[in-house]
């Protein structure tokens, strides 16, 4: 059974600029989160969709924002990149809101 | 606020050489607490998930517990492989998963 599938897993971007990410959760899984994970504020959780609605967010600027499609799969997006979104940027899905969740091997931001 | 803080933040152990990381939180209303490891570059990888005060999963050479403040994970006679930094979570009512920083675990053979 195919995992988490994260893309792209490396990436450096400008100041200023746009970036998009994107997801496809594990077969039949419904909700997907995100994730920031730095070194010094650890795994910070950016979002949750389930059915392509946002149920949950975290203390994030509204520069970061996601969405999630018919099939589940998952983009997010960040504006206006700042050198602070430096960082490993986690996917999770699970098959409910309330289950277990498992992680993608993320995608590595640089903001030069 | 939910809180999750783990100790040690770093712990060297010869092959072997049996111990436990600590896990404790302050949640409302807890839903469930995860145990993940996660290897340099990867993303983490699910090991447990508690439900309730004392509920115990053992897993190999790890076995994690729960009280109502706080899990353990315990590691038998670790061997180089279980190298790793473990991951805890708590979910309570939010459903937000909060993580805490995370315990490095270093076995030199």
């Known amino acids: 059974k195919a995992g988490v599938t994260q893309t792209p897993r490396y990436l450096i971007k400008t100041r200023g600029q746009q970036v998009t990410l994107s997801c496809s959760p594990i077969?039949?899984?419904?909700?997907v989160s995100w994730y920031q994970q730095t070194p010094g504020q650890g795994l910070q959780f950016l979002f949750e969709?389930?059915?392509?609605?946002?149920?949950n967010k975290g203390n994030f600027p509204g520069r970061f924002s996601g969405r999630q499609f018919s099939n589940s799969r998952s983009e997010m997006n960040v504006s206006t990149l700042e050198l602070g979104d430096s960082a490993l940027y986690l996917c999770?899905?699970?098959?409910?809101?309330?289950?277990?969740?498992?992680f993608g091997e993320g995608s590595w931001l640089t903001v030069v | 606020e939910d809180q999750v803080t783990q100790s040690p933040e770093a712990l060297r152990l010869q092959e072997g050489e049996s111990s436990s990381l600590n896990c404790s939180y302050t949640v409302s209303g807890l839903r469930g607490l995860f145990w993940y490891r996660q290897d340099p570059g990867k993303g983490p990888e699910f090991l447990f998930t508690?439900?309730?005060a004392g509920e115990e999963k053992e897993k190999e050479r790890l076995k994690a517990t729960l009280t109502k403040k706080e899990s353990f994970l315990h590691i038998t006679a670790p061997k180089p492989e279980d190298s790793a930094t473990y991951l805890c979570?708590?979910?309570?009512?939010?459903?937000?998963?909060?993580f805490g920083k995370g315990t490095k675990l270093t076995v030199n053979p």
């Open positions: 979570a708590v979910q309570g009512g939010s459903e937000k998963l909060v």
């Open positions: 077969s039949g899984h419904r909700s």
């Open positions: 969709y389930f059915s392509e609605t946002q149920r």
């Open positions: 508690l439900y309730s």
């Open positions: 999770a899905s699970s098959l409910e809101q309330r289950n277990t969740i498992y």
